[in-house]
């Protein structure tokens, strides 16, 4: 059970987005490892044997093909692994694409929990007040690319005896013509459904999420956190020279820890729940 997505809309989105912000901002090794063991966990929790098989098949092998690619293209460093055709193949070089191989996969990860969390419904809880309008576009874009693909699905199993002894291009351009047809309907009908409940003639934002204690309590700790870190970064008490030579700029714990807290936010919130849970059944 993923107790985490309980909390409030705007804590959850919230969360989301400055974890990302930080795993980009913080181009540290340390730092990448945590944001993306943080990620994988939860996807796990959220996800399951599918998030690890995903991880497996294409985290993975992302990050190796960025850390190889940079090291064929870029030739910076003092670590010479090998040289070919004239040119140094560095170990700074390698380093670096996989540091950058670990932001990318970090990113994808909180952004796949973040579909996963964040539903259209959520996020029209948080940017519902500020712009109803723009927040309504933005939740049926986000969910037009799965609708679509699910009648995509349909269509080809609906077709697959008519499209029997057709050529394989004469088989597709038939589905697309099929799955525009049926996407221009469905556009048809959701705007008739919208209009005939009264959108565009005035409303009142309207949610069924409540701001609890523990969500002000988590989104004040979040909030904190992200300021900690930035200002630490300002200051160079997070810093890693990649070039010519691998070099830590010193290594502050206070702010890995707290960089560690929010990453693994979730499994800390289920944990303290549980402890909390047998701490109750003890007393009964």
């Known amino acids: 059970m993923d107790r985490f997505s309980k909390f409030n809309p705007k804590v959850t989105f919230l969360f989301f987005v400055l974890i990302i912000v930080l795993t980009l901002i913080l181009f540290h ?6 944001s993306l063991a943080g990620s994988f966990f939860y996807k796990i929790k959220l996800e399951g044997k599918r998030a690890f098989l995903y991880f497996i098949k294409f985290i993975i092998p992302l990050i190796f093909f960025v850390a190889v690619f940079n090291m064929l293209f870029t030739h910076y460093g003092a670590t010479v692994l090998f040289t070919a055709f004239d040119m140094n193949f560095t170990f700074e070089g390698l380093f670096y694409g996989f540091c950058q191989g670990m932001m990318f996969s970090s990113v994808i990860m909180w952004f796949s929990c973040y579909s996963v969390v964040v539903t259209s419904e959520r996020f029209l809880a948080v940017a519902g007040r500020i712009s109803p309008n723009c927040a309504i576009v933005f939740s049926m874009v986000l969910s037009f690319i799965p609708r679509l693909k699910k009648n995509a699905e349909e269509i080809k199993d609906a077709r697959m005896l008519v499209n029997n002894g057709k050529g394989r291009l004469k088989m597709e351009l038939d589905n697309f013509s099929a799955l525009i047809t049926m996407t221009l309907e469905e556009s048809i009908e959701v705007s008739d459904s919208m209009k005939a409940r009264g959108f565009g003639r005035g409303r009142v934002p ?25 200002v630490m970064k300002v200051s160079g008490s997070i810093g890693f020279i990649f070039e010519p030579d691998i070099n830590m700029e010193g290594f502050c714990v206070f702010p890995f820890i707290t960089f560690f807290i929010i990453s693994f936010l979730s499994v800390i919130i289920d944990l303290t729940e549980d402890i909390r849970w047998f701490y109750l059944k003890q007393k009964i």
Not at 29 to 34: M, S
Not at 206 to 230: M, N, P, Q, T
């Open 29 to 34: 090794p340390f730092y990448l490892i945590v």
């Open 206 to 230: 309207y949610s069924k999420y409540r701001f609890l204690f523990k969500d002000g309590v988590c989104l004040f700790i979040i909030i904190l956190i992200f300021a900690e870190i930035c």
